[in-house]
């Protein structure tokens, strides 16, 4: 029988052994050191990113929602306010079961879509003295889907104490490129939404 020998001589295997090694840990080094953050840009949000809990995403096909939007509910009366806004019953019992003394509930709204399978995606939430700003993502649908109008959003729990004292902070939603989706100030007809 025939016994196979290596072509490679021993130091040029030992050699090979250690560019490989430097090459895995020049890899190693570009990957975890080189890697940016989505929205750590030049258009990027200053400021603290702070914890929220996304509770659901969906689409709304109910409705007529002009652009982009976002609503903000301190207490479950103000979550009825929109809650006609979103589609399916197990939606409601989301917003209705949340703890108001510890968390605010936001609805992102992307704005209306000519067909469904679009999501929205809250990826961060920065906060500074003046202003929170959420930054979200748009997922196009990957498979054909029906013509109809639909607005995607997602339902998230925020911290009360981002919006700071009396709630006097400016709200934002930026998209991870930076451009500004909206902006409003809490109380200035947040939760009633352009006909």
Same mark, same amino acid.
């Given at each position: 029988? $025939?016994?196979?020998?290596?072509?490679?001589?021993?130091?040029?295997?030992?050699?090979?052994?250690?560019?490989?090694?430097?090459? /895995?840990?020049? $890899?190693?080094?570009?990957?975890?050191?080189?890697? /940016?953050?989505?929205?750590?840009?030049?258009?990027?949000? &200053?400021?603290?990113?702070?914890? $929220?809990?996304?509770?659901?995403?969906? &689409? /709304?096909?109910?409705?007529?929602?002009?652009?982009?939007?976002?609503?903000?509910?301190?207490?479950?009366?103000?979550? +009825?306010?929109?809650? @006609? #806004?979103?589609?399916?019953?197990?939606?409601?019992?989301?917003?209705?079961?949340?703890?108001?003394?510890?968390?605010?509930?936001?609805?992102?709204?992307?704005?209306?879509?000519?067909?469904?399978?679009?999501?929205?995606?809250?990826?961060?939430? +920065?906060?500074?003295?003046? @202003?929170?700003?959420?930054?979200? /993502?748009?997922?196009?649908?990957?498979?054909?889907?029906?013509?109809?109008?639909?607005?995607?959003?997602?339902?998230?729990?925020?911290?009360?104490?981002?919006?700071?004292?009396?709630?006097? @902070?400016? #709200?934002?939603?930026?998209?991870?490129?930076?451009?500004?989706?909206?902006? @409003?100030? $809490?109380?200035?007809?947040?939760?009633?939404?352009?006909?």
């Amino acid at each position: 029988m $025939f016994k196979r020998q290596s072509t490679i001589p021993a130091e040029n295997s030992l050699r090979l052994i250690l560019c490989s090694l430097t090459l /895995a840990a020049i $890899f190693l080094v570009i990957s975890v050191g080189g890697k /940016a953050n989505a929205t750590d840009g030049p258009g990027s949000p &200053e400021g603290e990113c702070i914890p $929220f809990i996304a509770l659901v995403q969906g &689409e /709304a096909t109910t409705g007529k929602l002009a652009g982009p939007m976002l609503l903000i509910a301190c207490d479950a009366s103000e979550a +009825r306010t929109f809650i @006609k #806004w979103l589609d399916g019953p197990e939606t409601v019992g989301w917003i209705e079961g949340v703890d108001y003394q510890q968390w605010l509930v936001a609805v992102v709204y992307a704005g209306p879509k000519g067909r469904s399978g679009y999501r929205v995606k809250v990826n961060e939430i +920065r906060t500074t003295p003046e @202003k929170v700003c959420l930054v979200v /993502a748009l997922r196009e649908p990957t498979a054909p889907t029906s013509e109809v109008i639909s607005n995607p959003y997602q339902i998230l729990k925020i911290p009360r104490s981002a919006s700071g004292p009396g709630h006097q @902070k400016l #709200w934002e939603v930026r998209d991870t490129t930076g451009e500004l989706l909206v902006q @409003k100030r $809490f109380g200035s007809n947040f939760n009633v939404p352009s006909q």
